[in-house]
């Protein structure tokens, strides 16, 4: 059991649809997005239905130019004005808030906050360590460090590697890992190189130093983390919770609403319902690329396909997916595996345009990157 | 060539109560060791070569910083892998300059350096890495770490114990450290950890580099060679520092996958990427046996 819901606005009865099909491991809990009464019945539901609970303290959205917490205020998460020479006593009254508000709403484990790092040697470097320390010393319940860095911040593995010999001296239960990307567009590409750091990353924080680790807004770059060692992975409804930018905390307006997607397991892809899915489904692939004859035939007859349809089936999938991996297997047998899942994801997608399906050649890249990253995090650590 | 080289017969003729070997079991790089008898035991009598500075205007003297520390070390830790000082420290006129000298137990079992050469059985190497381990976690526990762990610093007592001798350049975690920010950190070029190189301010020193230490010395036991080759000038640092260490390393030699895995932990040129806690290492040592 390794998904993980990424909750976040307007939940709905989205996570109690998810649970139902008994594949929810747990939900990290977002402040910002209900009060603090709501949150809490939220929380009960969930750890009576068995669901582990966590709550993201989001203290990295105060270090995000205009970036806004909605209902902070009501958690008595008072981050104020953070600055990188602050004072001790104020990180200290920050966690304290922080673990006050995980009382109120009955997590039974912490994640300590953090800010949001662009790279590993930026001002808020040390200030992120502080916070977790702080939170070791703050409460005697499990603790959760925050690993919340940009995505380039991978890119320098010397500088990665000296954060990780410093974030090892605490004595954490586990590390809350997001990986920020500066655009907004969903689906996201990684860059291989990066990946395979952040693969490593958690590889060396799991595997090694023996941390639980769950990877927020992971989406289907989890299962690659899963197979790194990771304990859990999420992703959520939302777009914007299934990729963290720093720009999902500042305020829009306007704006159309995303075309609801498909995610098709076979492809690991998220199709365009409107266009690449119907384009596929009348392909002679089609019952190869569709698991589901049911869905095939939705998308063959071009029936309708709402949001609210594409995000439960979104989280079913991944969870699903995730669920298929053994991660009591070895690291390597758990790469081998991916990599695989890839590269037949791959050659059935290479089977689907040959066909005549009319496919963004984005799923290409975003799939060829997953695994040129995961290929050279086997190799850098000699998997 | 030794700083202020001493005359090993002036040695024992300062020491009359004691009957020295005027031999040195070894001269380091601040103090002679001698063997010695006392009170019918042996032991070994440490003297530093340095003279004392005069003393201050009421009398006092004061040790030199690094010798202070570590007689201090060796008195606040009492474990059996550890080195014990048994008398002194105290100052006694050698070659007409008062020196600072004290005394030791003499380990009958010689040093970790006589016994290398022919491989050790895999036993023989979990038990040295499991007592080597048991004393820098001691250590460790006391915010020390010794830096200096390499043959010639491990002897066996009357038990076939290990022991870690001379914290001599070992790392006080509470205390200013002596060397400078932009100065490396104290080694033994060919017994150190990567970060060991490293300027000091920009890394730090934690029990990690230990284990770096005990996984090449565990090494050195299983096959009888270095793994990084100094004597092999060139690259040396590339080697030590860029994890050339894999298991290419062991290739040809009698190692089960568990035993590799635990010298792949401990030799690994991340600190992050060794064991974070001891019990981790006892857990996987447990599961080689």
């Known amino acids: 059991m390794t998904y993980w819901a990424q909750h976040g606005y307007g939940k709905s009865d989205k996570l109690q649809v998810v649970a139902d099909h008994g594949l929810l491991t747990g939900v990290v809990l977002s402040p910002a997005d209900e009060d603090q009464a709501s949150l809490q019945a939220t929380g009960a539901q969930l750890q009576a239905q068995g669901s582990q609970i966590l709550m993201d303290p989001q203290l990295y959205v105060h270090t995000i130019r205009g970036g806004v917490a909605r209902c902070h205020e009501s958690h008595g998460l008072e981050f104020g004005e953070l600055s990188w020479f602050m004072a001790p006593s104020d990180i200290e009254a920050q966690v304290r808030s922080v673990r006050e508000a995980n009382v109120e709403v009955g997590t039974p484990a912490v994640i300590a906050p953090s800010p949001y790092q662009a790279t590993f040697g930026d001002v808020w470097t040390p200030i992120s360590l502080q916070y977790g320390r702080a939170m070791l010393e703050e409460t005697d319940q499990p603790v959760y460090l925050s690993l919340i860095a940009e995505d380039a911040a991978f890119a320098d593995w010397d500088q990665t590697q000296a954060y990780l010999d410093a974030l090892t001296t605490l004595d954490a239960a586990g590390v809350y890992l997001v990986v920020g990307h500066s655009g907004r567009t969903y689906p996201f590409t990684w860059e291989a190189d990066r990946l395979a750091n952040v693969l490593r990353v958690i590889h060396i924080l799991t595997e090694y130093n023996r941390y639980d680790l769950v990877w927020g807004y992971a989406d289907l770059a989890g299962l690659a983390g899963l197979a790194a060692g990771a304990s859990g992975a999420a992703t959520g409804w939302y777009h914007s919770l299934r990729m963290w930018s720093p720009g999902k905390w500042i305020p829009q307006t306007g704006g159309r609403q995303a075309n609801p997607r498909l995610f098709v397991r076979n492809l690991l892809s998220p199709l365009d319902s409107a266009g690449e899915a119907v384009s596929v489904a009348r392909t002679s692939v089609a019952d190869q690329v569709f698991s589901d004859d049911g869905l095939r035939d939705h998308f063959r007859q071009d029936l309708a396909w709402g949001i609210a349809d594409s995000w439960i089936q979104h989280m079913t999938s991944i969870a699903e997916l995730f669920s298929e991996l053994d991660i009591d297997t070895q690291a390597s047998d758990r790469v081998a595996t991916v990599i695989g899942l890839v590269t037949e994801a791959l050659e059935l997608l290479g089977n689907a345009e040959a066909a005549g399906a009319a496919l963004s050649p984005s799923h290409r890249s975003r799939l060829e990157s997953l695994r040129a990253g995961l290929r050279l995090f086997a190799e850098a650590e000699g998997l | ?289």
């Open chain 2, 1 to 289: 060539m030794l700083t202020n080289p001493l005359d090993h017969a002036a040695v024992a003729a300062a020491f009359p109560e004691f009957s020295i070997d005027v031999d040195p079991l070894g001269c380091g790089g601040m103090k002679n060791a001698y063997r010695m008898e006392r009170g019918g035991d042996l032991a070994v009598l440490k003297v530093v070569r340095e003279p004392l500075p005069p003393a201050d205007d009421e009398g006092a003297v004061s040790l030199p910083e690094r010798i202070r520390r570590e007689i201090d070390g060796m008195r606040a830790i009492n474990h059996r892998g550890i080195v014990q000082v048994i008398e002194g420290p105290d100052v006694r006129e050698v070659e007409g300059e008062d020196r600072v000298w004290y005394v030791e137990p003499f380990y009958a079992g010689g040093t970790l350096t006589d016994r290398l050469g022919s491989p050790w059985s895999h036993g023989e190497v979990l038990d040295l890495v499991s007592a080597l381990s048991d004393a820098a976690e001691e250590l460790a526990n006391n915010r020390v770490v010794h830096r200096d762990i390499k043959p010639g610093n491990i002897v066996f007592d009357g038990e076939d114990n290990p022991v870690l001798l001379d914290l001599g350049i070992a790392y006080f975690q509470d205390l200013t450290p002596l060397t400078e920010g932009w100065g490396h950190s104290p080694r033994t070029p060919s017994y150190a950890a990567p970060e060991q190189f490293e300027l000091r301010r920009r890394t730090s020193i934690d029990f990690r580099t230990d284990l770096f230490l005990i996984g090449i010395v565990a090494f050195e036991a299983l096959t009888g060679q270095h793994p990084f080759n100094p004597s092999e000038g060139e690259g040396y640092l590339d080697r030590l520092a860029t994890g050339a260490f894999d298991g290419g390393a062991l290739d040809g030699v009698d190692a089960t996958p568990c035993i590799r895995n635990i010298l792949q932990r401990l030799l690994a040129p991340g600190m992050s990427q060794r064991f974070r806690k001891f019990e981790f290492l006892r857990d996987d040592i447990e599961a080689c046996r």
